[in-house]
């Protein structure tokens, strides 16, 4: 290896400020006086740790964004939480309120509801294959997208002591349409075809109809031949469209076959109470 002579330097000292060197730095050799002073310093604990996780957020933190996700609730007032606390005692077993309060089994509750689903979105997630084209969607526009409404009936499941299913649950899903026959012939369809339209005002004398002809059929049909005479409750929220708890013509028809089924109105402003709004509906239409 070839030497290089390094060239002398004359530093003038007080032209060099004074550093204030961290003791740790690599700059200043550690001295060791004694080795077991290695060993207390090695098991000694600092606590200044701790009381730094100890101390309140600083200013500084609390000025920190963070993500936050944030429901509308609905708005209540004295009454309408009167009327909420009183439903939510009738769904306690009487015979366990003043020492273990449990909930009734509520297996002979249905639920129902209605909801507004669009034919299609505006834009929507797919998986494809390498060679597989991008399906094709259209519409007229995009801003009036063909929507159906549909009403479903739903109950908590039975089972028997050996978990076989005696009840499934589900009474169905009935869409608000109607069945036409084309008036004139166009691009589309020639005159006379079936055509299958969406109802686009719901109201009592439509609901009627689809509690008596659809939904009863299908409770009285799935419901437990051993069971038909306890007591069946139907809940719906209070929207003007349904009909009173004590409709006359949906009476005489609950009636029938030897059932007892009767409606049940939920508290007011509380979507929470139904399990379609609480999250059915958000699950399938995701």
């Known amino acids: 290896m070839m030497e290089v002579d390094s060239p002398d330097l004359n530093v003038d000292a007080a032209l060099v400020p004074d550093l204030n060197l961290n003791p740790n730095s690599p700059l200043i050799d550690p001295v060791i006086e004694d080795d077991t002073n290695i060993e207390e310093d090695e098991n000694d604990i600092d606590d200044s740790a701790f009381e730094e996780l100890l101390q309140p957020p600083s200013q500084e933190k609390k000025n920190q964004n963070f993500e936050h996700s944030n429901a509308i609730k609905p708005f209540l007032k004295d009454e309408n939480k009167r009327s909420r606390l009183q439903f939510c005692i009738s769904m306690l077993d009487g015979g366990n309120i003043p020492h273990d309060p449990i909930s009734i089994g509520m297996y002979n509750i249905f639920h129902i509801d209605e ?131 004590n409709d006359d013509e949906f009476c005489r028809a609950a009636a029938q076959d030897g059932f007892d089924i009767r409606l049940l109105c939920q508290p007011p402003n509380s979507p929470d109470l139904n399990v379609l709004d609480l999250g059915f509906f958000s699950a399938i239409q995701s």
């Open 115 to 245: 909801k507004w689903f669009y034919m299609m979105k505006k834009s929507e997630n797919y998986y494809l294959l390498t060679d597989e084209e991008d399906p094709m969607r259209a519409c007229k526009s995009k801003n009036f997208i063909g929507k159906v409404m549909f009403l479903v009936a739903i109950a908590r499941p039975r089972l028997d002591a050996q978990g076989n299913e005696l009840f499934y649950g589900k009474i169905g899903v009935f869409p608000f349409v109607t069945h036409e026959l084309a008036e004139r012939t166009s691009f589309n369809k020639a005159a006379g075809t079936l055509e299958t339209k969406p109802i686009t005002s719901v109201r009592k004398d439509v609901i009627r109809p689809y509690l008596i002809e659809k939904v009863l059929p299908a409770i009285k049909a799935k419901w437990p031949r051993e069971d038909s005479s306890h007591p069946i409750f139907i809940q719906q929220d209070n929207a003007r469209t349904h009909i009173d708890k």
